[in-house]
Nanobody, 125 residues
Framework: QVQLVEAGGGLVQAGGSLRLSCAAS????????MGWFRQAPGKEREFVAA????????RYTDSVKGRFTISRDNAENTVYLQMNSLKPEDTAVYYC??????????????????WGQGTQVTVSS
């Protein structure tokens, strides 16, 4: 089991940037793909971005392509989400998740076995 702790959320104006981090404990971090999901009030949890265990392969939901970048540092057991050009519709609780697999074929929440507690991101207009 991987324990995950997110940090870096906050309040930012539209057009601004935030960098989320997710620190993982456990020896299996480097063998797992990692993902970021988000959940806005009254909405279902949605996939945002994922990165393979090696860091070579990434994927994003269409609404964040070109604005968000996922990366990882396996030496530090940490995954990041750099968010630029933020929009009010990006407001949500952001969750870090560890996949059961080394790569993410389909970003289904059920493919992720460990979740962080979430960090709030609020973008004001």
């Amino acid at each position: 089991q991987v324990q995950l702790v997110e940090a870096g959320g906050g309040l930012v104006q539209a057009g601004g940037s935030l960098r989320l981090s997710c620190a993982a404990s456990g020896r299996t971090f480097s063998s797992r793909a990692m993902g970021w999901f988000r959940q806005a009030p009254g909405k279902e949890r949605e996939f945002v971005a994922a990165i393979s265990s090696s860091g070579i392969s990434t994927r994003y939901t269409d609404s964040v392509k070109g604005r968000f970048t996922i990366s990882r540092d396996n030496a530090e057991n940490t995954v990041y989400l750099q968010m630029n050009s933020l929009k009010p519709e990006d407001t949500a609780v952001y969750y870090c998740a560890a996949s059961k697999y080394a790569i993410v074929i389909t970003p289904r929440p059920s493919d992720f076995g460990s979740w962080g507690q979430g960090t709030q991101v609020t973008v004001s207009s």
